[in-house]
């Protein structure tokens, strides 16, 4: 427990989640003491490969209620916050509808911030989406300078914190960055299946074949992993370079078509046939390309890991049946491709 006590502290808001769950460990490796703050909505399970550790600590709650981060953070001051506790993507806000979305995203992100400038936090690392673009109106690669056209609920919730931080970021003692990350992939201790490219590798597997709609659009990818080694870097960076900036978080070979996708799995899930159907439906309209030239000068930030290797970790955990929740009789039916 000793080295533990004078160890660089940080507090991660949804911590149990896809991103979180994988983070908390990079951070415990490199000596850091870490707080999981969670509601648990989806398990906890993730976590307790850590629950020994001595530098973690869990604690249940909902950081929209008011004062709830203030009191963990006032009594067990942190020097950076990590907040990924969200509703995301557009059926989760379109579920509970804009009051609720606009509770969990904008005011619960409001308060974190207010409790972690007010308890000496130095750091604040904000979770957003690239989804904030919406359609590019001239084709051209977006940057963190281009108009937004959100085209969903969630998107709107995200654009709204951003500007919140941005704005915080002129006079507050702590150091707000903000993240838009591009689609994520692979394997974390709570992989999701409703991400595009597991999505695919799952349904190749279960199935033997995809069902498209809306062919060709074009959206940008990145690691889960590598989304973390984004977040580390954002935790050490000098406070000048980051303070009220915001960062596309992925790396220009993670843009890809939808059938480009569609051939990645094709090509490492044996035996997959493809079906095409002109269907359009609502919601999450993205057809951009993205740059990403900032976080790459800026803080040296490239992303290590392919979308081709994300295909064959996730086709590899299903097989093996390493994620069981995910898996049933008719994985068993393929077969792996190195």
């Not at 903000?178 to 409703?194: C, Q």
């Not at 074949?209 to 990818?221: C, E, K, M």
């Not at 044996?270 to 159907?277: A, D, H, I, S």
Request: charged fraction near 20%; charge should be negative.
């Amino acid at each position: 427990m000793e080295p533990y006590q004078s160890a660089r502290h940080v507090l991660i808001t949804g911590g149990a989640g896809y991103v979180g769950s994988l983070l908390t460990g990079l951070l415990l490796q490199q000596g850091w003491r870490v707080t999981v703050v969670d509601d648990l909505l989806f398990g906890g399970e993730t976590l307790l490969g850590y629950w020994r550790h001595p530098g973690f600590r869990f604690i249940k709650g909902d950081v929209a209620e008011p004062e709830r981060v203030y009191s963990i953070l006032a009594s067990d001051p942190a020097e950076a916050v990590v907040h990924l506790a969200a509703l995301v993507g557009f059926p989760a806000c379109q579920a509970v509808g804009e009051q609720a979305a606009w509770r969990q995203n904008v005011e619960a992100t409001e308060r974190v911030f207010a409790a972690a400038d007010a308890t000496g936090a130095k750091r604040f690392v904000f979770s957003s989406t690239y989804s904030n673009y919406g359609l590019s109106a001239d084709g051209q690669p977006v940057t963190e300078e281009s108009p937004l056209h959100p085209q969903s609920l969630y998107a709107e919730t995200k654009i709204a914190a951003e500007r919140y931080l941005v704005e915080q970021a002129r006079d507050a003692r702590c150091v707000p960055v903000v993240y838009r990350f591009a689609t994520l992939f692979g394997v974390s201790p709570r992989t999701r299946f409703d991400l595009i490219v597991n999505q695919f590798v799952r349904e190749a597997l279960a199935q033997h074949r995809l069902l498209i709609y809306q062919r060709g659009y074009t959206r940008s990818f990145v690691h889960v992993h590598d989304v973390c080694e984004a977040i580390l870097l954002a935790l050490g960076a000098e406070p000048a370079l980051v303070r009220g900036q915001i960062f596309n978080v992925g790396s220009d070979e993670g843009n890809y078509t939808k059938d480009q996708i569609v051939e990645l799995v094709r090509q490492h899930v044996e035996g997959t046939v493809v079906e095409y159907k002109d269907l359009t439906f609502g919601g999450d309209m993205r057809d951009i390309q993205v740059s990403f030239a900032k976080i790459r000068s800026t803080l040296g930030f490239t992303p290590r890991i392919s979308v081709a290797e994300g295909i064959c970790e996730v086709r590899d955990a299903l097989l093996y049946g390493v994620i069981r929740d995910a898996l049933d009789s008719r994985y068993r039916n393929a077969q792996s491709i190195v």
